[in-house]
């Protein structure tokens, strides 16, 4: 079958052949209709995620959308390597498939999924974002940027603030429910200043970062209180990407004078219960069918993966269809 392989880690995949994959016990083989080329297919593949391949070759590719034998279109995620979703068809344990409504189409169900829950569990599994609280949103620009601006509107924050590095996707985002926006391009003493001046006297309650690196730490430079006072409300950081570093150096200061707690939000905090993801994915697919949910797509076919590997991607997600 055609399949996009990865033989070298750091090196894009290549569109070739692949080995049909055979089901084991609890596994249903899964024809692909549309696979997302999502930050953690490329993190993979470069070796710098947590997870990454340790086996070559393999097929890239975490999740996506297809059907199963019987017709029932379904998300799955999590192949079993060395298969993945960017393939013709791929293998995946029974319960790691979720029929999908017929009112979302293939391409928009498999790049929505994996930036759609994490923007919801970061703001509602590890925010625990109240209705009427102000959110920041660090790496806003990027495509689960724009859906956690969106989802956080939907569960009644009350201002949102994107913060991005590229101005024409920035210029978009009150579209998209930012109530401001802080533009990246400038010195981290003036990036400072700039959120001292957005965080006034209340503050943020919730930070949701993309970014890491030294936007984070122009950041909390601006949660570091210059008074003795207890700080009257707290400041839930929660670390989802690092986009622009995978390490910051943290000032003491900045923990003592201030309410900030950091959280992370990944695999490794991720709901445990199928129960709760099988809801979170109706929900996800039901906002997206009545427009209360928007991402931009880019249909690439299969056999240039390796070309659409290396773009940049502009707030839009390409998705391969085999
Ligand atoms: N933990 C999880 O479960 C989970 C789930 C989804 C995503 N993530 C992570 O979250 C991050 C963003 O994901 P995404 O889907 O939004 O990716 P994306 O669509 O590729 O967007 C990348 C974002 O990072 C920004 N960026 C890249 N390099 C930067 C730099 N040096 N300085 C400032 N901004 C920079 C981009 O800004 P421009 O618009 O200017 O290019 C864009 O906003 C990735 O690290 C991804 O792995 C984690």
């Not at 603030?161 to 391009?185: K, S, W």
Request: net charge negative.
């Amino acid at each position: 079958m055609n399949a996009a392989v990865l033989h070298t880690i750091n090196q894009p995949p290549r569109f070739e052949q692949f080995p049909e994959p055979v089901a084991e016990e609890n596994e249903v083989i899964v024809h692909v209709l549309a696979a997302a080329l999502k930050p953690i297919d490329k993190q993979m593949a470069s070796g710098s995620h947590y997870a990454a391949y340790s086996k070559l070759p393999v097929v890239c590719g975490m999740d996506g959308v297809g059907s199963l034998d019987d017709g029932t279109r379904v998300f799955f995620g999590g192949p079993r390597p060395p298969y993945g979703s960017m393939a013709e068809r791929t293998v995946v344990s029974r319960s790691r498939c979720f029929p999908i409504p017929d009112n979302v189409n293939d391409d928009i169900a498999a790049a929505v999924v994996n930036p759609g829950l994490s923007a919801w569990g970061a703001l509602v599994w590890r925010a625990q974002l109240a209705p009427g609280e102000t959110v920041l949103i660090l790496g806003a620009t990027g495509v689960t940027g724009k859906l956690a601006i969106q989802t956080a509107k939907l569960l009644g924050a009350g201002r949102v603030i994107a913060v991005g590095r590229n101005e024409q996707v920035l210029n978009t985002l009150h579209d998209l429910g930012a109530d401001t926006t802080i533009h990246l391009g400038k010195p981290d003493q003036d990036l400072t200043e700039a959120f001292v001046r957005e965080a006034g006297d209340s503050g943020f309650d919730v930070i949701i970062d993309y970014l890491w690196g030294p936007t984070t730490e122009a950041l909390l430079a601006a949660v570091v209180r210059r008074d003795l006072k207890p700080a009257s409300s707290r400041v839930r950081l929660v670390e989802v990407g690092e986009s622009a570093g995978p390490t910051i150096s943290l000032a003491a200061a900045v923990l003592r004078s201030s309410r900030l707690e950091i959280f992370g939000a990944g695999s490794g905090n991720a709901a445990a219960s199928p129960e709760i993801w099988i809801e979170a994915v109706r929900q996800l697919m039901s906002n997206v069918a009545c427009g209360a949910l928007r991402i931009d797509t880019e249909r690439v076919p299969l056999d240039e993966v390796e070309n659409a590997w290396q773009r940049e991607q502009q707030g839009r997600r390409a998705v391969i269809i085999p």
